[in-house]
């Protein structure tokens, strides 16, 4: 199924977005990922963009919308 949602973190934390190179026009994933909290109730938000490049971050909570 696809959707487009967007994301917001409160108190967030780690940011980490490995490629330097750009992306190009492709807005494709290939999943999304959400660990169980860390002993400090952080959770890591792993994207693996159609790249194969993993964007990653930590944050205490996260809030999604799907848009129409």
Not at 1 to 20: D, N, Q, Y
Request: one cysteine or more.
């Amino acid at each position: 199924m696809r959707s487009k949602f967007t994301c917001a973190a409160e108190e967030s934390g780690a940011f980490t977005i490995p490629r330097e190179d750009s992306w190009g026009p492709s807005t494709s994933v290939n999943q999304i990922e959400l660990d169980a909290p860390d002993d400090a109730g952080l959770q890591r938000l792993t994207i693996e963009m159609q790249t194969g490049d993993l964007i990653e971050f930590d944050s205490m909570s996260y809030e999604w919308v799907i848009l129409p």
